[in-house]
């Protein structure tokens, strides 16, 4: 995982802040905030720590899809 966030994949804005949240006693879950545009991204688990809820909100932040065009074209 890079420590670095991609801009914002709705509208390119790089204000962004992380977060650590605690679910309850033991838990954590992570959201990256897009100060430009109030897009927000929550880690999809509840981790047993602030680092590994960091790891995995940054890891769905940056996450981009991959999908082309080419494989929407018929084949000739």
Do not use: I, K, L, V
């Given at each position: 995982m890079s420590d670095e966030l991609k801009p914002?994949?709705?509208c390119?804005?790089?204000d962004l802040d992380w977060t650590?949240?605690?679910a309850d006693a033991v838990?954590?879950?992570?959201q990256i905030?897009?100060?430009s545009c109030d897009t927000v991204v929550h880690s999809e688990e509840c981790w047993r720590s602030d680092e590994d809820a960091e790891i995995d909100a940054k890891d769905k932040w940056n996450f981009r899809s991959?999908?082309?065009d080419d494989s929407r074209e018929s084949k000739a």
């Open positions: 914002c994949p709705f390119g804005g790089t650590a949240e605690q838990t954590f879950f992570g905030h897009c100060n991959t999908s082309s």
